[in-house]
């Protein structure tokens, strides 16, 4: 069964428009949540990671927020330009160590035009 | 330079035949994965390594074994290529904590006919 789900599953956006990505997730414990960006034909690359019971980060235009109470993570990217077309995976691990599991969603694929 | 490097980066190979994927890492990290991506599907982990001969199974290590015989290398093989590994594979590194950034390299496209 799915742990991480990812919604939605494909997005166009104009170039210039914000846009938010949704994570849900059963993954127990949490230790950490990590949003990663996947250039097609590429490896994926670290956007973000957030840890705290209640946590918000920001990064550029791009900003997230979880809440382990509800098990819920978005990823808001503002400003989207073209080279923000990707898709962008939810990734939780439920240790700190490497002993523990990266758990992957199936990803978000954002298609921004001009 | 932090990178994780994979060769070959295309592949096409013969049901039944064997297969080498290679992975090399330039961070001093303990912690090496070797993860698979289909479509529709999250990646799914192969084998983790946490350091030199202490390689572990993950969630899906049928049909594959690995090798890590220095902490910068770490090799996936495919004995007996079937046409179900057909599959784009992602290494990736990390130091013990995973909570740390994590690297992946660019990926293998594999095609077995």
């Known amino acids: 069964k799915t742990q991480v789900e990812q919604s939605p599953q494909s997005l166009v956006v104009r170039q210039g428009e914000n846009c938010v990505l949704q994570c849900n997730y059963s993954v127990t414990p949490d230790n950490h949540l990590r949003w990663f960006k996947q250039d097609t034909g590429k490896g994926l690359v670290s956007l973000t990671v957030?840890?705290?019971?209640?946590d918000k980060t920001s990064n550029g235009r791009y900003s997230a927020t979880l809440d382990k109470d509800a098990k819920h993570s978005t990823l808001h990217i503002t400003a989207t330009l073209l080279d923000d077309t990707a898709t962008y995976i939810c990734v939780v691990g439920d240790r700190g160590s490497a002993l523990g599991r990266l758990h992957f969603g199936a990803g978000t694929q954002l298609i921004v035009i001009p | 330079d932090m990178k994780v490097t994979q060769m070959p980066r295309y592949l096409i190979k013969r049901m039944g035949e064997n297969v080498l994927l290679e992975c090399g890492q330039d961070m001093s990290h303990e912690t090496m994965y070797w993860y698979r991506q289909d479509p529709g599907l999250g990646l799914q982990l192969i084998y983790i390594?946490?350091?030199?001969?202490?390689?572990s199974e993950g969630d899906i290590p049928k049909g594959y074994r690995v090798s890590r015989k220095k902490r910068e290398h770490f090799s996936l093989i495919l004995d007996s290529a079937k046409t179900n590994q057909t599959s784009v594979y992602f290494c990736?590194?990390?130091?013990?904590?995973?909570?740390?950034?994590?690297?992946f390299g660019k990926g293998t496209r594999l095609t077995v006919v």
């Open positions: 990736a590194s990390s130091f013990r904590q995973s909570n740390t950034e994590v690297f």
């Open positions: 390594s946490y350091d030199v001969d202490s390689n």
């Open positions: 957030l840890v705290d019971q209640k």
